[in-house]
């Protein structure tokens, strides 16, 4: 009888955390992190159709959320439990910006696109099952404009009503989401300053489970 091979430890506990994770189907909330489920879909994050969508502008939305079709994960968990979560950490969300910031967007005179989102900073992770160790955003995504990330805690709980869109993390700095990405400005979405993609080989399929962490900083 052929032996079944055994996992590495650390790789055994890491798809265990995930497991268990995905089997509770809630936020998991530790000293200074949280983690929740969500499910990769790199081809909604991605599709543009006759010049329509966001592609590349939403990270993670609550699977009912209005903007889960043109998110990379969909969270299983909404927008308002990962807010509550990280604000019993001790988070104080930024809640810079308002809804001007968006709706302004195409206004060349108006300055409210230019904000930048304020707040805590936010480490974000993914836990990709038969990985070690969690993936950062920098492994996951590339970024032509060259900036990078700097993911920030603004909260915005004021703004939900406006949209129910459900985001949790948007790639740039936007009033609709609960963290946001200090290094872009909607402005620079508008402008096509950078446009995010997934990089070759970082994710697994489309529908494969995953676990999200929101480290505080």
Not at 53 to 67: E, S
Not at 135 to 164: C, K, S, T
């Amino acid at each position: 009888m052929k032996s079944i091979p055994r996992k590495k430890p650390l790789l055994l506990l890491a798809t265990l955390l995930i497991a268990s994770t995905l089997a509770h189907g809630a936020v998991r909330v530790a000293r200074h992190e949280i983690e929740f489920p969500a499910v990769v879909a790199r081809a909604s994050f991605e599709r543009e159709l006759l010049g329509l969508g966001m592609p590349g502008y939403h990270l993670i939305v609550w699977k009912d959320g209005k903007a889960a079709m043109a998110s990379l994960f969909r969270a299983e968990v909404t927008d308002v439990e990962v807010l509550d979560a990280l604000e019993k950490l001790g988070a104080k969300p930024g809640n810079a910006l308002g809804m001007a910031t968006w709706d302004e967007r195409k206004d060349p005179d108006s300055k409210a696109p230019e904000r930048i989102i304020q707040g805590p900073p936010v480490e974000i992770l993914v836990r990709v099952p038969g990985r070690k160790t969690p993936l950062r955003l920098d492994q996951i995504l590339e970024d032509p404009g060259g900036r990078g990330f700097d993911m920030r805690f603004g909260g915005h709980r004021a703004n939900i009503p406006h949209w129910h869109s459900g985001c949790v993390v948007c790639l740039y700095s936007c009033p609709g989401s609960k963290i946001g990405n200090a290094r872009y400005t909607v402005r620079d979405y508008t402008e096509g300053t950078t446009r995010f993609r997934v990089r070759e080989g970082a994710l697994p399929e489309d529908g494969t489970r995953v676990g999200i962490v929101l480290r505080l900083r």
